[in-house]
């Protein structure tokens, strides 16, 4: 089961339709799935899923990177994750990574750096984002832009992070994260 | 949250209309009348009509004309959003935006330099789910503009209901048609919708077609009771 975390600040908000439902309508094609807004998150959800997708949310909405404590999960956590923007700018923050002012709106090319499950080679993602992340050591780099990184993995576990949607296009990266991992 | 809807008058952006209604607060529509037929940012068939609509909706209506010209017309919709937050102080945009990157990156560029939140409540949605919704909630939607093959005058005029859309399907079947038109193949106008205090009646219209492409042009409408 797939556990999609709604990362927007408000509950049920007007964002949910496009942050989160696009990711929930990829995951139900493979797998069953679950949604929880990030506050609501219990040990039992953590417990039941195979898997965790954490949701972006609009340029203007960077409440979770500002409430890291409701992220403690994430330490003791051992299943693979998946942070889609604000989700993995909150996943780096938490492992210690610094935020940096970096606006990308639209299609953007970015290279990948390092082999990995998820893709390859150089493509065209959709950037919607005002920061990027610096990574601490905590973490590679499987990917950037000409102006920053794009794609990351903890050393140690098995969470990834996309810095741009894939939802929206690249909708294959979120299936290979469902069906590889 | 207030907010200003962008506001073509068409299923999608009055479905948008509904769901940010459903979420927050409305405060205006904005409509972009644009000269150039061909715009790729703004529809054109029966724009007109957005008075009509905006006035059964009971919301005040910012319209601007813009002559269309790509790029240059999105300062004509950052104009028209400026003038929706003075007058309306509106707090988002919201568009109905499903597929098209080109549209959605534009205006999230705009809403972004100008500090609004911007927000796409239809997008990456299911094309046949999405007809499917319109017609649920009793949306009384004509199909006003046809601009690719095998579409052609028939089409015009016709309401969007279960027959149709199957009809649609069967198109996107066979040759690979939008059902929904996001590639700029089908327009249409909403008459008739759950928000709307009254509906429109079409009093007077023409239909302009020459093989595969035509409009359906509402001369005269008015809003009765529903």
């Known amino acids: 089961m797939i556990l999609v975390v709604d990362m927007n600040s408000k509950r049920a908000s007007l964002a949910f339709y496009e942050?989160?439902?696009?990711?929930?309508?990829?995951?139900?094609?493979?797998?069953?799935?679950?949604?929880?807004?990030?506050?609501?998150?219990?040990?039992?959800?953590?417990?039941?899923?195979?898997?965790?997708?954490l949701s972006g949310s609009p340029l203007k909405d960077t409440v979770t990177l500002a409430q890291l404590d409701k992220f403690k999960w994430l330490e003791d956590f051992s299943k693979p994750i998946l942070g889609i923007c604000a989700g993995m700018q909150t996943i780096c923050l938490f492992f210690g990574?610094?935020?940096?002012?970096?606006?990308?709106?639209?299609?953007?090319?970015?290279?990948?750096?390092?082999?990995?499950?998820?893709?390859?080679?150089?493509?065209?993602?959709?950037?919607l984002h005002n920061y990027a992340i610096e990574p601490s050591s905590t973490f590679d780099v499987l990917a950037e832009s000409a102006k920053c990184a794009h794609a990351i993995k903890h050393k140690t576990k098995e969470i990834y992070g996309v810095l741009f949607h894939p939802e929206v296009r690249n909708k294959e990266i979120i299936q290979q994260f469902i069906l590889a991992l | 949250m207030r907010l200003g809807v962008l506001f073509s008058g068409g299923k999608d952006s009055t479905l948008a209309l509904h769901r940010a209604a459903e979420n927050e607060e409305v405060a205006c529509l904005i409509t972009l009348v644009s000269e150039n037929k061909e715009s790729l940012m703004f529809h054109t068939p029966?724009?007109?009509?957005?008075?009509?609509?905006?006035?059964?909706?009971?919301?005040?209506?910012?319209q601007?004309?813009?002559?269309?010209?790509?790029?240059?017309?999105?300062?004509?919709?950052?104009?028209?959003?400026?003038?929706?937050?003075?007058?309306?102080?509106?707090?988002?945009?919201?568009?109905?935006?499903?597929?098209?990157?080109?549209?959605?990156?534009?205006?999230?560029?705009?809403?972004?330099?100008l500090g609004v939140w911007c927000f796409n409540p239809l997008w990456k949605r299911n094309q046949k789910a999405l007809?499917?919704?319109?017609?649920?909630?009793?949306?009384?939607?004509?199909?006003?503009g046809v601009f690719a093959f095998p579409l052609d005058s028939k089409w015009l005029g016709k309401e969007l209901n279960t027959k149709l859309i199957s009809k649609l399907l069967g198109l996107e079947k066979e040759f690979g048609l939008s059902p929904s038109g996001e590639g700029g193949e089908?327009?249409?106008?909403?008459?008739?919708?759950?928000?709307?205090?009254?509906?429109?009646?079409?009093?007077?219209?023409?239909?302009?077609?020459?093989?595969?492409?035509?409009?359906?042009?509402?001369?005269?409408?008015?809003?009765?009771?529903?």
């Open chain 2, 131 to 144: 007809l499917e919704e319109v017609v649920a909630k009793g949306f009384k939607v004509i199909i006003s």
């Open chain 2, 186 to 226: 089908i327009e249409t106008t909403v008459l008739d919708a759950p928000l709307f205090k009254k509906k429109i009646e079409i009093l007077d219209y023409e239909v302009d077609a020459k093989g595969n492409s035509g409009v359906f042009k509402i001369k005269q409408a008015r809003l009765v009771t529903k």
């Open chain 1, 97 to 127: 990574s610094r935020l940096k002012k970096c606006s990308e709106l639209g299609m953007t090319q970015v290279k990948t750096l390092k082999a990995n499950p998820l893709f390859s080679s150089s493509f065209k993602v959709y950037a």
């Open chain 1, 19 to 53: 942050f989160v439902t696009p990711i929930i309508a990829i995951a139900e094609e493979l797998d069953e799935c679950v949604v929880r807004h990030y506050s609501e998150l219990t040990q039992q959800d953590l417990s039941n899923c195979s898997k965790l997708v």
């Open chain 2, 64 to 113: 601007k004309v813009t002559a269309g010209k790509p790029e240059a017309e999105l300062n004509d919709l950052e104009e028209a959003i400026v003038q929706a937050v003075k007058a309306y102080t509106i707090e988002g945009v919201v568009s109905g935006a499903i597929e098209s990157v080109y549209q959605s990156e534009r205006i999230q560029r705009i809403c972004n330099r």
């Open chain 2, 46 to 62: 029966n724009i007109d009509v957005t008075t009509l609509q905006a006035e059964a909706s009971d919301l005040p209506l910012v």
